[in-house]
Nanobody, 122 residues
Framework: VQLQASGGGSVQEGASLRLSCTAPQPTFSSYSIGWFRQPPGGDREFVGYVSWNGDSTTYTDSVKGRFTISRDYAKNTVYLQMNSLKPEDTAVYHC????????????????WGQGTQVTVSS
């Protein structure tokens, strides 16, 4: 499964961005998709996931109420809608795919896309 993340950019605090994670393979619908981020000089951290069937989403506490993950099966795309962005959201964001059952643990994911940079200035 080849993943492509896009949609990053440089914005002011309080702005919104929508990241996309796309895979051309039709089997994409069998994979849960997780979003992770790595801030400058920091460790990779879990952001959220959507389950393979779209019935379940989970978010880390710091983004709850601000970020929303959704998926469009017709387009083989998962979105990370980020609202009310804060400087601490600055990071390289990665999407990853895990067969069926989702996980908050990065080690459980089988495929990773290259990241997209998000920079939030105050």
């Amino acid at each position: 499964v080849q993943l492509q993340a896009s949609g990053g950019g440089s914005v002011q605090e309080g702005a919104s961005l929508r990241l996309s994670c796309t895979a051309p393979q039709p089997t994409f619908s069998s994979y849960s998709i997780g979003w992770f981020r790595q801030p400058p000089g920091g460790d990779r951290e879990f952001v959220g996931y959507v389950s393979w069937n779209g019935d379940s989403t989970t978010y880390t506490d710091s983004v709850k109420g601000r970020f929303t993950i959704s998926r469009d099966y017709a387009k083989n795309t998962v979105y990370l809608q980020m609202n009310s962005l804060k400087p601490e959201d600055t990071a390289v964001y990665h999407c990853a795919a895990k067969y069926y059952r989702p996980s908050m643990n990065a080690d459980g994911y089988d495929y990773w896309g290259q990241g997209t940079q998000v920079t939030v200035s105050s």
